[in-house]
């Protein structure tokens, strides 16, 4: 049998990140003994799947056949993978660059961000799986996409995990700094971590950021291996600038992110009010990206 995955946000992006699912639908498909290709080829498939995880790339699905399975969270946040695909080892070689291990080990979150779509689509905290359910030893990285990890009751098994992996280890989605005290801070010093993502989107808790900052020098762990997701332009906030001034009082990685509508759009309103935000550190790539959308760099 003949599949065909549809990667319908890769057409917007010069260098996608991989699709888990559709490399979770891979695996499952060549267990079978099927032939599995992804994006567009010139024949008739027996089954075709398509996913798109951005809302602003859902007009895509125009491209997709009669008879399809839809699914991604930019079209249906209900929809779900069979037990038997979400629980296999992806197939890494379907996205040639890919070079980490990459998985959930914990699904949903406490808290409930307006911002935010995971409450809706997975809904509370709750364990998942092992790292090592994902893990391809050709890999010297690991990439947790956990949206919640430390409000996870499992968290202190997948850290256990990790350390016996002995694998550099990726939170890409980022640790909530909240939940970040002297045993965490204790536990993250014995992993291999390059950078440590955390996110500061709301003034409203400023005393937590600052606190488990705090926790994280006191155990040793440097400024600048710090970096904070900074959300800018939602609703009225007019916070941002004292946001990213405090972040920048610890010296660590500042990484904007504009919020976007349903469309993809960053209100224009919103973004000129805050485009002399002071980016006095982080990576330059990042700060360029930020001074770009704002107008200040072709």
């Known amino acids: 049998m003949k599949v065909v995955l549809m990667d319908l946000d890769v057409i917007k992006q010069r260098r996608p990140f991989p699709n888990l ?41 125009a491209s997709v056949p009669n008879g399809a399975i839809v699914g991604g969270s930019g079209i249906d946040l209900k929809a779900k993978l069979l037990p038997e695909v979400e629980h296999i080892m992806p197939d890494y070689n379907l996205y040639p660059r890919v070079d980490s291990s990459m998985g959930f080990t914990s699904r949903g979150c406490i808290r409930k961000c307006p911002w935010c779509i995971v409450p809706e689509k997975e809904g509370s905290i709750k364990s998942h799986a092992s790292p090592y359910e994902f893990l391809d030893r050709r890999f010297k990285k690991i990439m947790l996409l956990d949206n919640n990890l430390l409000a996870c009751s499992s968290w202190h098994d997948v850290f256990a995990d990790l350390m016996n992996i002995g694998l550099e280890v990726d939170f890409r989605q980022g640790l909530d700094i909240r939940l970040v005290n002297d045993e965490v801070a204790k536990c993250l010093v014995q992993l291999k971590i390059k950078q440590l993502r955390f996110a500061f989107d709301d003034i409203a808790y400023e005393s937590a950021v600052r606190r488990g900052i705090e926790f994280l020098l006191a155990n040793g762990i440097n400024s600048r291996h710090l970096s904070f997701y900074t959300l800018v332009s939602f609703n009225d906030d007019d916070k941002i600038v004292e946001r990213v001034n405090i972040l920048h009082s610890y010296n660590v990685e500042i990484y904007p992110m504009p919020y976007r509508g349903m469309d993809g759009k960053v209100s224009a309103r919103r973004i000129l009010e805050v485009a002399n935000i002071p980016l006095m550190h982080g990576a330059r790539r990042n700060i360029n990206k930020f001074l770009r959308l704002v107008g200040r760099l072709p």
């Open 21 to 61: 699912a559709l490399m979770k639908l891979s695996a499952y498909h060549k267990a079978k003994g099927d032939e599995v290709f992804l994006n567009f080829p010139l024949f008739q498939p027996d089954i075709t799947y398509a996913s798109c995880v951005f809302t602003w790339n859902a007009k895509g699905r």
